[in-house]
């Protein structure tokens, strides 16, 4: 439930409201548009008289909200949300491209990377040091050495830097590292992952699971939330399907269906979607035309030779070659980039 202030309404009576909802027990967000304030209610509605609460100074209107997931809901935060990184920010008016291996293999390995993707407009690394992988001989990542060579790419070149988790004891490690966490799609309903992700203090990245609905992510970004951490990104990386002529089928369809759904920032993973670097430019292209806030991309000094993920990640040069390819699109979504 959430309760629509008029325009302009006292700051004293905004205040009342507030303090009505928490005496009868339940928890209270305040979202401060540029003309109207709202005030969600998370709790035992049937603790309060919504009578009593409609007869306050300035209250407007009281509106139900049916959706699980509060937190995250537009209704309750009808303002898109910004999320800081490091150095740079996610959000509605601008792309940010998050570019790196999929794998921290070597410290010269994510350096040579970190450089090559900053200069073509890349404001985050993103470097995986913890590699949940379908094969347990896989390589499974460098673990905590490979959140230091993040640590030092980042004093070298300036980027912001994310690395996946997929451990409480990750996590303890990553914060010491790294400028925001991944919760990786086979993790996205993890709750126990996701509560302690909530409590890093650390913007949280949140793919959408293999077979996940969109319902089903936005509840997983609400244990994220409820944990006091409003700093959450959605990351559609294609569910699996029928289809077999690429590695997931790319749902591009969430990104407006989410824009209507939540304040959320959107992101899309073009590479572990198609799975195929000849497929990731185009779909790079289409993501920021539907609305993604940014683009998280796989790039590797030598694709052939990678430890992870190699097929679907691009070379230096195509690389750059895509990032020129993307400004005319940011232009006619009004988004800056460049």
């Known amino acids: ?20 909802i928490e005496q009868n027990g339940l928890t209270a967000h305040l979202s401060k548009g540029e003309e109207v304030t709202i005030i969600g209610m998370v709790g035992d509605k049937s603790r309060l008289s919504t ?8 209250v407007d ?20 949300s910004v999320v800081k990184v490091g150095n740079t920010v996610i959000g509605p008016d601008n792309l940010t491209i998050m570019a790196g291996p999929c794998a921290v293999e070597t410290r010269e390995q994510l350096f040579a990377i970190a450089h090559a993707v900053k200069k073509a407009g890349a404001t985050i690394l993103r470097g995986g040091a913890y ?31 994310i690395c996946e988790v997929v451990s409480m004891e990750a996590i303890e490690a990553a914060v010491k590292y790294v400028d925001m966490i991944q919760i990786g799609a086979r993790n996205m309903q993890n709750f126990i992952l996701l509560r302690e992700a909530g409590r890093s203090g650390l913007p949280v990245l949140l793919k959408r699971g293999l ?11 609400e244990y994220i939330m409820s944990e006091g951490n409003p700093n959450v990104v959605l990351c559609e990386r294609g569910i699996r399907t029928f289809e077999t002529a690429t590695r997931n089928t790319l749902d591009l369809s969430a990104v407006p269906v989410l824009r ?24 790079a292209k289409a993501a920021v035309a539907s609305g993604a806030d ?4 796989e790039v590797h000094n030598d694709p052939a030779h990678a430890l992870s993920d ?23 979504v009004g988004r800056t980039f460049l």
């Not at 209107?61 to 809901?73: A, D, G, Q, W």
């Not at 379908?134 to 070298?156: D, I, N, W």
């Not at 996940?212 to 997983?220: K, Q, R, S």
């Open 294 to 297: 940014g683009l998280m991309i």
């Open 131 to 161: 590699k949940p992988r379908t094969s347990p001989y896989s390589f499974q990542g460098l673990e905590e050495e490979g959140l230091r060579y993040m640590q030092e790419a980042k004093a070298e070149t300036g980027l912001s830097t």
């Open 51 to 58: 009578e009593n609460l409609a007869i306050y100074k300035d």
């Open 1 to 20: 439930m959430i309760v629509v202030m008029k325009p302009g309404a006292a700051e004293e009576n905004i205040r009342a409201v507030v303090t009505y």
């Open 211 to 221: 077979s996940a609905t969109i319902d089903e992510w936005l509840n997983a970004a």
């Open 260 to 283: 209507e759904k939540t304040h959320l920032p959107v992101i899309v993973d073009p590479s572990h979607s198609t799975g195929a670097y000849k497929y990731v430019p185009s779909m």
């Open 61 to 80: 209107r009281i509106l139900p909200v049916t959706e699980s997931y509060k937190l995250s809901n537009k209704k309750f935060h009808p303002d898109s």
């Open 310 to 332: 190699g097929p679907q990640s691009l070379t230096f040069e195509k690389f750059e070659s895509l990032t020129k390819e993307l400004a005319p699109f940011c232009t006619v």
